[in-house]
Protein backbone atom coordinates (compact mmCIF):
# COMPACT_ATOMS: atom_id res chain seq x y z
CA UNK A 1 0.00 0.00 0.00
CA UNK A 2 1.47 3.14 -1.09
CA UNK A 3 0.33 4.79 2.38
CA UNK A 4 2.47 2.25 4.47
CA UNK A 5 4.99 4.49 5.65
CA UNK A 6 1.62 6.84 6.84
CA UNK A 7 0.25 3.86 8.30
CA UNK A 8 3.17 2.45 10.30
CA UNK A 9 3.80 6.01 11.48
CA UNK A 10 -0.10 6.78 12.63
CA UNK A 11 0.81 3.15 15.26
CA UNK A 12 3.80 4.42 16.66
CA UNK A 13 1.18 7.78 16.95
CA UNK A 14 -1.10 5.89 18.25
CA UNK A 15 0.93 4.02 20.98
CA UNK A 16 2.03 7.45 22.27
CA UNK A 17 -1.48 8.78 22.56
CA UNK A 18 -2.68 5.97 24.45
CA UNK A 19 0.44 5.79 26.87
CA UNK A 20 -0.01 9.87 27.40
CA UNK A 21 -4.06 9.59 28.04
CA UNK A 22 -3.44 7.22 30.78
CA UNK A 23 -0.24 9.01 32.09
CA UNK A 24 -1.93 12.58 31.66
CA UNK A 25 -4.96 11.67 33.71
CA UNK A 26 -2.83 10.70 36.51
CA UNK A 27 -0.50 14.00 36.33
CA UNK A 28 -3.25 16.51 36.17
CA UNK A 29 -4.66 15.15 38.97
CA UNK A 30 -1.03 15.39 40.84
CA UNK A 31 -0.62 18.96 39.47
CA UNK A 32 -4.48 20.02 40.56
CA UNK A 33 -5.34 22.74 37.44
CA UNK A 34 -5.55 20.90 33.98
CA UNK A 35 -4.47 24.64 32.27
CA UNK A 36 -1.47 24.89 34.69
CA UNK A 37 -0.60 21.26 33.32
CA UNK A 38 -1.11 21.19 30.25
CA UNK A 39 0.70 24.52 29.80
CA UNK A 40 3.88 23.48 31.10
CA UNK A 41 3.56 20.36 29.29
CA UNK A 42 2.84 22.30 25.89
CA UNK A 43 5.83 24.91 26.49
CA UNK A 44 7.90 21.73 27.18
CA UNK A 45 7.38 20.29 23.81
CA UNK A 46 7.75 23.90 22.36
CA UNK A 47 11.10 24.04 23.57
CA UNK A 48 12.27 20.45 22.25
CA UNK A 49 10.76 22.11 18.55
CA UNK A 50 12.43 25.33 19.01
CA UNK A 51 15.84 23.21 19.69
CA UNK A 52 15.42 21.07 16.55
CA UNK A 53 14.17 23.47 14.06
CA UNK A 54 17.31 25.90 15.21
CA UNK A 55 19.63 22.53 13.36
CA UNK A 56 17.56 22.85 10.40
CA UNK A 57 17.91 25.27 7.76
CA UNK A 58 14.68 26.51 6.83
CA UNK A 59 12.88 28.45 3.67
CA UNK A 60 11.42 30.86 5.62
CA UNK A 61 9.49 32.15 2.59
CA UNK A 62 7.56 29.42 2.24
CA UNK A 63 7.02 29.85 6.03
CA UNK A 64 5.72 34.04 5.58
CA UNK A 65 3.92 32.64 2.72
CA UNK A 66 1.79 29.98 4.91
CA UNK A 67 1.97 32.39 8.04
CA UNK A 68 -2.26 32.05 7.81
CA UNK A 69 -2.73 28.20 8.14
CA UNK A 70 0.57 28.05 10.63
CA UNK A 71 -1.04 31.13 12.47
CA UNK A 72 -4.76 28.64 12.54
CA UNK A 73 -2.63 25.49 13.41
CA UNK A 74 -1.35 27.08 16.64
CA UNK A 75 -5.00 28.52 17.66
CA UNK A 76 -7.12 25.69 17.15
CA UNK A 77 -4.40 23.27 17.42
CA UNK A 78 -2.43 24.18 19.79
CA UNK A 79 -4.17 26.28 22.27
CA UNK A 80 -7.94 27.10 22.42
CA UNK A 81 -8.91 23.46 22.33
CA UNK A 82 -6.66 22.63 24.78
CA UNK A 83 -8.41 25.57 27.03
CA UNK A 84 -12.45 23.82 25.93
CA UNK A 85 -11.69 20.75 26.68
CA UNK A 86 -9.87 20.73 29.96
CA UNK A 87 -12.13 23.32 31.18
CA UNK A 88 -15.51 21.36 29.89
CA UNK A 89 -14.00 17.97 31.55
CA UNK A 90 -14.18 20.11 34.91
CA UNK A 91 -17.80 20.54 34.24
CA UNK A 92 -19.84 17.45 33.18
CA UNK A 93 -19.08 13.38 33.44
CA UNK A 94 -15.27 12.35 31.96
CA UNK A 95 -17.05 9.49 30.62
CA UNK A 96 -19.61 11.58 28.44
CA UNK A 97 -16.72 14.07 27.69
CA UNK A 98 -14.48 11.06 26.45
CA UNK A 99 -17.59 9.99 24.15
CA UNK A 100 -18.13 13.28 22.94
CA UNK A 101 -13.95 13.31 21.94
CA UNK A 102 -14.06 10.02 20.25
CA UNK A 103 -16.53 11.50 17.83
CA UNK A 104 -13.24 13.05 16.00
CA UNK A 105 -12.99 10.75 13.76
CA UNK A 106 -17.00 11.13 11.89
CA UNK A 107 -15.65 14.83 11.82
CA UNK A 108 -12.53 14.33 10.48
CA UNK A 109 -14.17 12.24 7.69
CA UNK A 110 -16.91 15.17 6.83
CA UNK A 111 -14.33 17.60 6.96
CA UNK A 112 -12.11 15.26 4.15
CA UNK A 113 -14.51 14.52 1.92
CA UNK A 114 -15.06 18.05 0.64
CA UNK A 115 -12.01 19.46 1.08
CA UNK A 116 -9.33 17.30 0.68
CA UNK A 117 -11.52 15.47 -1.76
CA UNK A 118 -11.22 11.80 0.27
CA UNK A 119 -13.10 8.97 -1.19
CA UNK A 120 -15.02 7.26 2.03
CA UNK A 121 -16.98 4.21 0.83
CA UNK A 122 -20.58 2.82 2.80
CA UNK A 123 -18.15 0.32 4.04
CA UNK A 124 -15.68 2.69 5.77
CA UNK A 125 -18.71 4.23 7.43
CA UNK A 126 -19.81 1.19 8.80
CA UNK A 127 -16.41 0.36 9.59
CA UNK A 128 -16.49 3.84 11.41
CA UNK A 129 -19.48 3.23 13.41
CA UNK A 130 -17.90 -0.82 14.20
CA UNK A 131 -15.02 1.51 15.76
CA UNK A 132 -17.28 3.96 17.48
CA UNK A 133 -19.62 1.47 19.45
CA UNK A 134 -16.69 -0.44 20.49
CA UNK A 135 -16.02 2.38 23.54
CA UNK A 136 -19.63 1.40 25.01
CA UNK A 137 -18.17 -1.95 25.62
CA UNK A 138 -16.37 -1.03 28.78
CA UNK A 139 -18.74 1.34 30.87
CA UNK A 140 -21.69 0.72 29.02
CA UNK A 141 -23.48 4.06 27.47
CA UNK A 142 -22.58 7.08 29.62
CA UNK A 143 -26.04 9.42 30.58
CA UNK A 144 -25.75 11.25 28.21
CA UNK A 145 -26.97 15.64 28.75
CA UNK A 146 -25.86 18.40 27.08
CA UNK A 147 -24.90 21.75 29.13
CA UNK A 148 -21.79 24.14 29.02
CA UNK A 149 -19.13 21.58 29.81
CA UNK A 150 -20.46 19.29 27.25
CA UNK A 151 -20.65 21.84 24.24
CA UNK A 152 -17.26 23.05 25.35
CA UNK A 153 -15.65 19.43 24.99
CA UNK A 154 -17.22 19.51 21.52
CA UNK A 155 -15.62 22.54 20.22
CA UNK A 156 -12.42 21.37 20.80
CA UNK A 157 -13.39 17.67 18.92
CA UNK A 158 -14.65 20.61 15.79
CA UNK A 159 -11.58 22.46 16.34
CA UNK A 160 -9.42 19.67 16.28
CA UNK A 161 -10.67 17.85 13.48
CA UNK A 162 -10.65 20.92 11.52
CA UNK A 163 -6.87 21.17 12.38
CA UNK A 164 -6.53 17.77 11.02
CA UNK A 165 -7.57 19.31 7.64
CA UNK A 166 -5.38 22.26 7.67
CA UNK A 167 -2.57 20.31 8.55
CA UNK A 168 -3.22 17.83 5.97
CA UNK A 169 -3.33 20.64 3.53
CA UNK A 170 -0.27 22.45 4.69
CA UNK A 171 1.71 19.69 4.65
CA UNK A 172 2.08 19.74 1.03
CA UNK A 173 3.83 22.77 0.74
CA UNK A 174 5.42 23.18 4.36
CA UNK A 175 8.11 20.67 6.13
CA UNK A 176 6.41 18.50 8.96
CA UNK A 177 8.73 19.98 11.73
CA UNK A 178 7.70 23.76 10.76
CA UNK A 179 3.90 22.87 11.29
CA UNK A 180 4.99 21.16 14.55
CA UNK A 181 6.52 23.82 15.73
CA UNK A 182 3.58 26.30 14.85
CA UNK A 183 1.28 23.66 16.64
CA UNK A 184 3.68 24.27 19.85
CA UNK A 185 5.54 27.18 19.65
CA UNK A 186 1.92 29.47 19.23
CA UNK A 187 0.17 27.54 20.52
CA UNK A 188 1.97 27.23 24.13
CA UNK A 189 2.15 31.13 24.10
CA UNK A 190 -1.36 31.62 23.87
CA UNK A 191 -1.79 29.10 26.70
CA UNK A 192 0.76 30.79 28.95
CA UNK A 193 -1.30 34.45 28.43
CA UNK A 194 -4.46 32.17 29.43
CA UNK A 195 -2.70 31.09 32.19
CA UNK A 196 -1.20 34.64 33.32
CA UNK A 197 -4.87 36.33 32.94
CA UNK A 198 -6.54 33.57 34.78
CA UNK A 199 -3.72 34.35 38.19
CA UNK A 200 -2.41 31.04 37.77
CA UNK A 201 1.19 31.39 36.42
CA UNK A 202 2.39 31.17 40.61
CA UNK A 203 1.16 27.82 40.23
CA UNK A 204 3.67 26.42 38.04
CA UNK A 205 6.61 27.55 40.24
CA UNK A 206 4.92 26.23 43.60
CA UNK A 207 5.67 22.27 40.99
CA UNK A 208 7.81 19.61 43.58
CA UNK A 209 9.85 17.08 42.20
CA UNK A 210 7.35 14.21 41.61
CA UNK A 211 5.11 16.46 39.66
CA UNK A 212 7.93 17.90 37.34
CA UNK A 213 9.18 14.13 36.93
CA UNK A 214 5.84 13.22 36.10
CA UNK A 215 5.03 16.52 33.56
CA UNK A 216 8.58 15.78 31.70
CA UNK A 217 7.56 12.15 30.77
CA UNK A 218 4.15 13.44 29.58
CA UNK A 219 6.45 16.41 27.74
CA UNK A 220 8.33 13.15 26.10
CA UNK A 221 4.64 11.68 25.00
CA UNK A 222 3.37 14.64 23.28
CA UNK A 223 6.97 15.13 21.01
CA UNK A 224 6.96 11.44 20.41
CA UNK A 225 3.03 11.97 19.02
CA UNK A 226 3.38 15.03 17.37
CA UNK A 227 6.12 14.62 15.59
CA UNK A 228 5.19 11.26 14.51
CA UNK A 229 1.37 12.62 13.86
CA UNK A 230 1.92 15.26 11.42
CA UNK A 231 4.29 12.77 9.42
CA UNK A 232 1.85 10.65 9.42
CA UNK A 233 -0.60 13.33 8.30
CA UNK A 234 1.61 13.81 5.25
CA UNK A 235 2.24 10.31 3.83
CA UNK A 236 -1.45 9.31 4.16
CA UNK A 237 -5.19 10.57 4.19
CA UNK A 238 -6.18 12.15 6.87
CA UNK A 239 -9.28 9.76 7.48
CA UNK A 240 -7.00 6.80 7.52
CA UNK A 241 -4.66 8.42 10.19
CA UNK A 242 -7.65 9.33 12.13
CA UNK A 243 -9.33 5.46 11.90
CA UNK A 244 -5.89 4.69 12.92
CA UNK A 245 -5.11 6.78 16.06
CA UNK A 246 -8.19 5.12 17.84
CA UNK A 247 -6.14 2.15 18.74
CA UNK A 248 -4.60 4.19 21.30
CA UNK A 249 -7.90 3.86 23.53
CA UNK A 250 -6.21 -0.36 23.51
CA UNK A 251 -3.04 1.05 25.08
CA UNK A 252 -4.75 2.91 27.76
CA UNK A 253 -7.21 0.25 29.09
CA UNK A 254 -4.90 -2.08 28.91
CA UNK A 255 -2.22 0.36 31.33
CA UNK A 256 -5.75 1.38 33.27
CA UNK A 257 -6.44 -2.38 33.96
CA UNK A 258 -2.82 -3.28 34.64
CA UNK A 259 -2.01 -0.17 37.09
CA UNK A 260 -5.55 0.84 38.33
CA UNK A 261 -8.03 -1.73 38.62
CA UNK A 262 -5.22 -4.85 38.25
CA UNK A 263 -8.02 -6.99 36.23
CA UNK A 264 -7.89 -7.89 32.75
CA UNK A 265 -11.40 -7.76 32.03
CA UNK A 266 -13.36 -10.15 29.12
CA UNK A 267 -15.57 -6.80 27.97
CA UNK A 268 -11.65 -5.17 27.46
CA UNK A 269 -10.85 -8.13 24.99
CA UNK A 270 -14.30 -7.94 23.33
CA UNK A 271 -13.68 -4.28 22.70
CA UNK A 272 -9.66 -4.80 21.70
CA UNK A 273 -11.21 -7.41 19.01
CA UNK A 274 -14.05 -4.83 17.59
CA UNK A 275 -11.68 -1.85 17.41
CA UNK A 276 -9.15 -3.86 15.29
CA UNK A 277 -11.51 -5.20 13.06
CA UNK A 278 -13.27 -2.22 12.40
CA UNK A 279 -9.20 -0.34 11.92
CA UNK A 280 -8.42 -4.05 9.96
CA UNK A 281 -11.53 -2.92 7.95
CA UNK A 282 -11.10 0.60 7.40
CA UNK A 283 -7.78 -0.05 6.10
CA UNK A 284 -8.49 -2.81 3.86
CA UNK A 285 -11.43 -0.61 1.86
CA UNK A 286 -8.71 2.70 2.03
CA UNK A 287 -6.49 0.16 -0.28
CA UNK A 288 -8.97 -0.52 -2.32
CA UNK A 289 -10.14 3.00 -2.87
CA UNK A 290 -6.19 3.51 -3.77
CA UNK A 291 -6.22 0.80 -6.41
CA UNK A 292 -9.38 2.07 -7.86
CA UNK A 293 -8.11 5.63 -8.50
CA UNK A 294 -4.60 4.66 -9.71
CA UNK A 295 -6.59 2.61 -12.50
CA UNK A 296 -8.48 5.69 -13.67
Not at 185 to 205: D, E, H, M, T, Y
Amino acid sequence: MRYAKGFKLALLTAGFSGVAVFLNSLTVKAVGDALVFTTVKNLGVAVIIGLVLLRQKIDWSIVRANWRPLLAIGVIGGSLPFYLFFQGLSLTNPATGALIHKTLIFWVALWAIPVLKEKISGKQWLALGLIFGSNFIIGGLPQLSWGKGELMILGATLLWSVENIIAKNILKRVPADVVVGSRMILGSLILLLAVSFSGKINLIFKLNALQWLMTVVSIGLLTGYVMTWYRALKTAPVTLVATVLTLATIATNVLSSIFITHKLSLELLYQVIILVVGIWFFVKEAGKNERAFALR
